[in-house]
């Protein structure tokens, strides 16, 4: 079992306090509108989030700030980026000051970074569409996915909002999950399909953007300002959202709007 399913299990097992009945004459008096509790493991994998992880794997490029996972997503697919930790952190470095003002990467700039590493977007949803996910895979192809972290992790609609964080998907295992690769602690799990879906959803609610990039080598040589023109025909239907990562502790306690 991987740290979300193990999260998502804490969560649905967790007992339920007792509701007392109303006193007469308070039938119609509303309740004080609670929050929703995080659970001490997940906010404790957020808190953690750029310590070494028992998922850690030394295919996946780990994030080095706390909003560069779209540089380190292009840095971990570019075909000619080093993946040693010094050479992948100044291609990060590098991507992040050339493309974005260093507060997160929206779709549009993900896909120059993409670009400048000759790696063509294939095609743009505002979900998690597994049929095309699919497609892509047995192509050989990868996916990024824009979702919102708590949700991914929890695998519940808490309405408290993660980090909207930018993960890729290049795999399924043998019970069909997805298997993930995410920057944000270098770890690489397995995931539901519809629990990827649901990250996308909440991502979308509660920070007006998400969806999926699926991503590939160029079938023809283009140069980087045709992968971008053609990378904008896709971007467009996920939002303009910073995609940054989930370590941020701000995010915890902001209620959904």
Known sequence: MNLFQSIARLAE???????EPAAPGQEKAQAPEQKPVVPEILAQYFADSFEPAAGASDDVVKQTKDANCGAAVATMLSRTAGKDAVSASQKMDSLESRFTDGGGTTPA??????????????????????????????RGQQVIVQLDT??????????????????????????GNYQVKDTNNGSKYSVSGQQIADAVGSAWELHKGGGMLVVGDPQVAMDESTLVEKANLHTSVLGDTDGGGSRARTSFGRESS
Request: avoid cysteine; proline fraction near 5%.
């Open 150 to 175: 708590n949700r991914l992790a929890t695998g519940q609609d808490t309405k408290v909002a993660g980090g909207s964080h930018w993960v890729v998907v290049d795999g399924k295992d043998d019970q």
């Open 109 to 138: 700039e993900l896909a120059k970074m993409l670009a400048h590493e000759n790696l063509e977007v294939k095609k743009g949803t505002s979900n998690f569409d597994m049929p095309s996910v699919d497609e892509a895979l047995s």
């Open 13 to 19: 097992t967790r007992p339920q306090q007792p509701v």
